[in-house]
């Protein structure tokens, strides 16, 4: 029942269909906890796809055959999200970082804030941008058009870098981390973060050599990046309560 019920918020969506990514994905993950593998979802597009051509038959055409088979495939994407990469950590409190991780996390951005970090900023940005266009809309409704033109953009991808280092020496006391996180807007909503996350992985291992960024620092900064942007999405749905009660 709540297969379709999500189906169905997707197709009242469709103009926006981005736009419920975050709720797709916390599906997925609430799915997964109660053992639905990723070939899982694969086998529940056909199942459903078999569905309405009994169900419909002839009213079905070949056209709305194509038509719900891409709705289902995208929908699909965004309930599977990343949250397979995460196997044993899909859950924020569940996400530990070891003594040894946080000092290879500190031991890597010593390399970066040797880096412009403004450059840094850019490339992040022009990733997020490659990897998903609408989020560049986004800014470009913020900022100028051409938001690469634009100083005070510029500006805010500096500071994302330079907000998240300052977030990965305070990774050893999580309570003064998510009090710090909510100090400041990365201007990007919950349901983007993912591609943030995967972004900021690419910007470090293309900047850093390949023997300062092995596979083993790399997960423990995917690691720290979910439980960073994790933690952002708590402080963002406290402050909508406060906001939601003090309007009541």
């Given at each position: 029942m709540a297969v379709v019920q999500n189906i169905g918020k997707a197709i009242e969506h469709l103009s926006d269909l981005d736009g419920q990514a975050y709720e797709l994905k916390m599906y997925g993950r609430a799915l997964m906890k109660l053992g639905i593998q990723k070939d899982h979802h694969r086998t529940a597009v056909r199942a459903m796809?078999?569905?309405?051509?009994?169900?419909?038959?002839?009213?079905?055409?070949?056209?709305?055959?194509?038509?719900?088979?891409?709705?289902?495939?995208y929908a699909s994407e965004f309930v599977i999200s990343d949250n397979?990469?995460?196997?044993?950590?899909?859950?924020?409190?569940?996400?530990?970082?070891?003594?040894?991780?946080?000092?290879?996390?500190?031991?890597?951005?010593?390399l970066v804030e040797k880096l412009d970090l403004m450059i840094v900023g850019r490339q992040?940005?022009?990733?997020?941008?490659?990897m998903?266009?609408?989020?560049k809309e986004e800014f470009a409704k913020k900022y100028d058009e051409n938001v690469f033109q634009d100083e005070k953009f510029i500006r805010h991808c500096?500071?994302?870098?330079?907000?998240?280092?300052?977030?990965?020496?305070?990774?050893?006391?999580?309570?003064?981390?998510?009090?710090?996180?909510?100090?400041?807007?990365?201007?990007?909503?919950p349901q983007h973060h993912?591609?943030?996350?995967?972004?900021?992985?690419?910007?470090?291992?293309?900047n850093l050599k390949a023997e300062k960024f092995p596979t083993e620092t790399k997960k423990v900064w995917q690691r720290s990046l979910r439980l960073i942007t994790e933690s952002m999405n708590k402080a963002d749905e406290e402050v909508q309560m406060i906001n939601s009660s003090i309007r009541r």
């Open positions: 796809m078999n569905m309405l051509t009994m169900g419909l038959q002839a009213q079905l055409t070949q056209e709305s055959k194509v038509a719900w088979s891409k709705l289902l495939k397979y990469e995460f196997p044993d950590q899909s859950d924020f409190s569940e996400i530990e970082l070891t003594q040894q991780d946080i000092m290879t996390l500190k031991e890597s951005w010593a992040l940005f022009q990733k997020i941008f490659n998903n266009p609408k989020i500096t500071k994302v870098v330079k907000h998240i280092g300052q977030a990965i020496h305070q990774l050893d006391d999580l309570e003064n981390l998510a009090q710090f996180l909510s100090t400041y807007n990365i201007e990007l909503k993912s591609v943030f996350e995967k972004a900021f992985v690419d910007v470090l291992n293309q």
